[in-house]
Nanobody
C-alpha cells in the first residue's frame, strides 16, 4: 500500500522560506512522477510543481516560478519543495502527490496517490 507522508509545514513571515518534504513508502519511488498541489478553504486543489521520475523535467505553476524549487532523491524515496520569498497568498494546505510512470506535468486527475497535507501559513 502506497503511503505519502509530508513534513515541513509551518508559520513563516512574508519573504521567508520553508522546505516541504514528502516520503513515499510501499512501492518503488522511482516509478512515480512526484508533485505538490495546494488547496485553501472553499477552493479547488491547484497544481504547484511536479518533477518526473529521474528529475529530467520540472514543472511549475506561474505563481511560484522563480520562488519555489522542486527536487527529489530516488535513493531516499524523498521529494522536497524549497519555497522562498513566501507571500501571504501562498498560505494553503499543501499536498504531496504521486503519478505512476508519468512524464508529463501533473494535474489533479492524473494523480494516483495523495498525502494527507501539511499546512503552510505566511503572515503579512
Amino acid at each position: 500500500q502506497v503511503q505519502l507522508v509530508e513534513s515541513g509545514g509551518g508559520l513563516v513571515q512574508t519573504g521567508g522560506s520553508l522546505t516541504l518534504s514528502c516520503k513515499l513508502s510501499g512501492s518503488t519511488f522511482s516509478n512515480y512522477a512526484m508533485g505538490w498541489f495546494r488547496q485553501g478553504p472553499g477552493t479547488e486543489r491547484e497544481f504547484v510543481a511536479s518533477i518526473t521520475r529521474f528529475s529530467g523535467s520540472r514543472f511549475y505553476a506561474d505563481s511560484v516560478k522563480g520562488r519555489f524549487t522542486i527536487s527529489r532523491d530516488n535513493n531516499k524515496n524523498t521529494m522536497t519543495l524549497q519555497m522562498n520569498s513566501l507571500k501571504p497568498e501562498d498560505t494553503d494546505l499543501y499536498y504531496c502527490a504521486a503519478d505512476l510512470y508519468s512524464y508529463q506535468r501533473m494535474d489533479v486527475t492524473s494523480v494516483d496517490h495523495w498525502g494527507k497535507g501539511t499546512l503552510v501559513t505566511v503572515s503579512p
